[in-house]
């Protein structure tokens, strides 16, 4: 079995130290899904949302969280993103906004978890600006669809 590299000797948890690591261009791409009902997405589209204009808002949550996600995640490695993004895509269904988050950096150590940060901050904050117009919705299915270094 592989040595998990976040515990010490003693089985403690601990921040894996990649100092020894060069510096890498790096990026990651996420994904995930807000379910929502027509009305809503109609709603959205039609900047009818009370809060305000809700793809614009979650898209600065998201670039906002990916940025702290060194802050938030106890084990991760606090990163100096050099890009990131959040697109929305509405599918022919109309039951869901698909969330995609890139992030980009050089640096010894990957940036998938600021990537998954986008999105699910993204979904929550979608979630948060149309819980008045839908008790339904789920947020569901984020994964991270890739990661690469050069």
Same mark, same amino acid.
């Given at each position: 079995?592989?040595?998990?590299?976040?515990?010490n000797?003693?089985?403690?948890?601990?921040m894996?130290?990649?100092?020894?690591?060069?510096?890498?261009?790096?990026?990651?791409?996420?994904?995930?899904?807000?379910?929502?009902?027509?009305?809503?997405?109609?709603?959205?589209?039609?900047?009818?949302?009370?809060?305000?204009?809700?793809?614009?808002?979650?898209?600065? !949550?998201?670039?906002?969280?990916?940025?702290?996600?060194?802050e938030?995640i106890?084990?991760?490695?606090?990163?100096?993103?050099t890009?990131?993004?959040?697109?929305?895509?509405?599918p022919?269904?109309?039951?869901?906004?698909v969330?995609?988050?890139?992030?980009?950096?050089t640096?010894?150590?990957?940036?998938?978890?600021?990537?998954?940060? !986008?999105?699910?901050?993204a979904?929550?904050?979608?979630?948060?600006?149309?819980?008045a117009?839908?008790?339904a919705?789920?947020?569901?299915?984020?994964?991270?669809?890739?990661?690469?270094?050069?």
């Amino acid at each position: 079995m592989k040595k998990f590299s976040h515990l010490n000797a003693s089985g403690e948890v601990k921040m894996v130290d990649v100092s020894a690591k060069p510096p890498v261009q790096r990026e990651a791409v996420a994904r995930g899904v807000i379910l929502l009902q027509e009305s809503t997405l109609a709603a959205i589209e039609q900047d009818q949302v009370a809060k305000g204009n809700v793809l614009a808002c979650a898209r600065v !949550a998201g670039i906002l969280a990916a940025k702290k996600t060194g802050e938030l995640i106890p084990l991760c490695h606090p990163l100096n993103l050099t890009h990131c993004s959040v697109e929305f895509e509405i599918p022919p269904s109309r039951d869901r906004v698909v969330i995609t988050a890139s992030a980009r950096i050089t640096a010894a150590t990957g940036v998938e978890m600021e990537a998954l940060t !986008a999105v699910s901050v993204a979904a929550l904050t979608l979630y948060d600006m149309c819980k008045a117009l839908d008790k339904a919705m789920r947020i569901t299915d984020i994964v991270l669809v890739s990661k690469s270094k050069k």
